[in-house]
């Protein structure tokens, strides 16, 4: 069965350095991956996703991630955080092998991020 | 392009009471899903609708159904809502492998 584990509920950095957001998945096939951010009463907002090709993957506002298939990990980075980064991260994935054509993502729990001044 | 809209936003109803929830997905998407996003289960697959068909549906019971018209736009309906369907419902077009999603409809149940 898919699955998607974000191990840790909250997270907290000083503004200006950097964040990670870690993501495990775990899937039959080889898994699109997918991160979101929430900010409150609001939808989810696309950052960046890998389907196939190099393993770090740039996205929107600054935000990468590497896909490792050897830990099945896909952890979100950005090199220096800002105060308005602070929101809701979710990570999901997709296994193309027993999902067929739909688009039906499976989600993590989110991770909260929070960027102190 | 506009985005995926929602309609309503906000939405109070009793228990026993059915609801139904609208989505107009991103111009030229012709996918749309439906997600429910709680405090305790988190973020759960509804169903995907693509071409007016479902070609996907989640682990609801069938009180929960959906459609979507020739233009994309979809809907969602609850019947008999309970307690537990209070939750925020997040629609979502797809392009390509992407989904993009809707500011959602909040649905408070009493």
């Known amino acids: 069965a898919q699955s998607v584990a974000q191990p840790e509920d909250q997270v907290k950095v000083a503004e200006g350095n950097p964040l990670t957001v870690k993501c495990t998945y775990s899937v039959s096939g080889n898994p699109y991956l997918f991160w979101y951010v929430q900010y409150p009463n609001r939808g989810l907002q696309f950052l960046l996703k890998?389907?196939?090709?190099?393993?770090l993957v740039k996205g929107s506002y600054g935000f990468e991630a590497e896909f490792n298939k050897s830990q099945t990990s896909f952890h979100l980075k950005k090199p220096s955080a800002l105060v308005s980064d602070s929101a809701l991260y979710f990570c999901?994935?997709?296994?193309?092998?027993?999902?067929?054509?739909?688009?039906?993502?499976?989600f993590g729990q989110g991770t909260t991020l929070q960027v102190k001044p | 392009k506009a985005g995926v809209t929602q309609t309503p936003r906000y939405l109070i109803k009793t228990r026993g009471q059915q609801v139904t929830l609208s989505c107009s997905p991103i111009s030229g998407h012709r996918s749309v899903s439906w997600y429910q996003q709680t405090p305790g289960q988190g973020l759960q697959f509804l169903f995907e609708y693509f071409s007016e068909t479902q070609r996907n549906k989640g682990n609801f019971p069938g009180r929960f159904s959906g459609r979507q018209f020739s233009n994309s736009r979809s809907e969602m309906n609850v019947s008999t809502l309970e307690l537990g369907d209070s939750a925020l419902y997040l629609c979502?077009?797809?392009?390509?492998?992407?989904?993009?999603f809707g500011p959602g409809t909040r649905l408070l149940v009493l």
């Open positions: 999901a994935v997709r296994d193309p092998k027993s999902s067929g054509n739909t688009g039906k993502l499976i």
């Open positions: 890998y389907i196939t090709g190099d393993n």
């Open positions: 979502a077009s797809k392009e390509r492998e992407t989904q993009y």
